[in-house]
């Protein structure tokens, strides 16, 4: 059995920032693709950022520039960097990853809460 666990959400004043971390734990061999989604209050969940086991990056437009992505593969470790919030980044922010722990597994973290308000 697999898990992620999030960290790092919080309040946050417009302008601040915020690190979000994510570990994958259990029985797992490897962990592949990692990302991160959000979810704001009565809208579906979308994509904010992923990567790679190489590296590689995709962001989605309303955080280009202000967030910043990476992973530390041998601690099976994905962080979310987020500079410049605003009230717009309000959301539950969940963490994504495909792994193998025995199998193929498309795993989900159970959300950790931003705000950003004055």
């Known amino acids: 059995q697999v898990q992620l666990v999030e960290s790092g959400g919080g309040l946050v004043q417009p302008g601040g920032s915020l690190r979000l971390s994510c570990i994958a734990s259990?029985?797992?061999?490897?962990?592949?693709?990692m990302g991160w989604y959000r979810q704001a209050p009565g809208t579906e969940r979308e994509l904010v950022a992923r990567?790679?086991?190489?590296?590689?990056?995709n962001y989605a437009d309303s955080v280009k520039g202000r967030f910043t992505i990476s992973r530390d593969n041998a601690k099976n470790t994905v962080y979310l960097q987020m500079n410049s919030l605003n009230p717009e980044d309000t959301a539950v922010y969940y963490c994504?990853?495909?792994?193998?722990?025995?199998?193929?597994?498309?795993?989900w973290g159970k959300g950790t809460l931003v705000t950003v308000s004055s």
């Open positions: 994504n990853a495909v792994l193998f722990g025995g199998s193929w597994v498309d795993a």
């Open positions: 990567i790679t086991t190489g590296g590689s990056t």
């Open positions: 259990g029985t797992l061999f490897s962990v592949n693709y």
